[in-house]
């Protein structure tokens, strides 16, 4: 499975970017999916992840309340909205498929695919 995301971009403090997940290859509409983060200089960070059904959502604190994530299987896709940025969301984010389907892991060692990354900049 190869992962896209993209979506990223140059927005300012309190402004909303709605980041995509796409598959090639093959379906992941049974993997769960996850979205992490890296920021210059630190480790990659989770930040949510949702299961294949859409029934079971995680989220790092630091985005709780504030992004969601979610997914339409038909279409392939998972998405990340971030509404309310702040400039420390700042970071690289990727997103991630687990092999497994129902458990809902939070470290990136625990997921098999990984696609490249978009830039998301948070500046005034």
């Known amino acids: 499975v190869q992962l896209q995301a993209y979506g990223g971009g140059l927005v300012q403090p309190g402004d909303s970017l709605r980041l995509s997940c796409t598959a090639s290859?093959?379906?992941?509409?049974?993997?769960?999916t996850g979205w992490f983060r890296q920021a210059p200089g630190e480790e990659r960070e989770f930040v949510a992840a949702?299961?294949?059904?859409?029934?079971?959502?995680r989220y790092v604190d630091s985005v709780r309340g504030r992004f969601t994530v979610s997914r339409d299987n038909a279409k392939n896709t998972v998405y990340l909205q971030m509404n309310s940025l702040e400039p420390e969301d700042t970071a690289v984010y990727y997103c991630?498929?687990?092999?497994?389907?129902?458990?809902?892991?939070?470290?990136?060692?625990?997921?098999?695919?990984w696609g490249q990354g978009t830039l998301v900049t948070v500046s005034s």
């Open positions: 991630a498929a687990d092999a497994s389907r129902f458990v809902v892991n939070t470290k990136p060692n625990e997921y098999d695919y």
């Open positions: 949702i299961n294949w059904s859409g029934g079971t959502l």
């Open positions: 290859g093959r379906t992941f509409s049974s993997n769960t």
